[in-house]
């Protein structure tokens, strides 16, 4: 069982600066990890994720703004988020994807989730 805990988000003005961070209580390795978001009405979208090669992806709208990283030894991955726009407001979910070898199937987990809000 793989336990997220998440850290960060808040209220910041539109061009501020937030950071995010998730750490993965599990003993064992995470494959790969990265970040959400759900905007109200909308569906959760891909922000940011990061293999345990370090190979990133981001969504286009992020690109150039947003920054993750991550710390294999420690299993936590961190979210830069600079230049914030009001359209980055959503709930910001840790998503952490593992491979089960015995299913053979790559399971997910979650953490619960933390608000961003971009406002003057």
């Known amino acids: 069982q793989v336990q997220l805990v998440e850290s960060g988000g808040g209220l910041v003005q539109p061009g501020g600066s937030l950071r995010l961070s998730c750490a993965s209580t599990?003993?064992?390795?995470?494959?790969?990890m990265g970040w959400y978001r759900q905007a109200p009405g909308k569906q959760r979208e891909l922000v940011a994720s990061?293999?345990?090669?370090?190979?990133?992806n981001y969504a286009d709208s992020v690109k150039g703004r947003f920054t993750i990283s991550r710390d294999n030894a420690k299993d936590t991955v961190t979210l830069q988020m600079n230049m914030l726009k009001p359209e980055d407001t959503a709930v910001y979910y840790c998503?952490?994807?593992?491979?089960?070898?015995?299913?053979?199937?790559?399971?997910?987990?979650w953490g619960q989730g933390t608000q961003v809000t971009v406002s003057s």
């Open positions: 998503n952490a994807q593992k491979y089960d070898a015995l299913l053979r199937i790559t399971k997910d987990y």
């Open positions: 599990s003993i064992f390795s995470i494959d790969a």
């Open positions: 990061v293999t345990s090669g370090g190979s990133t």
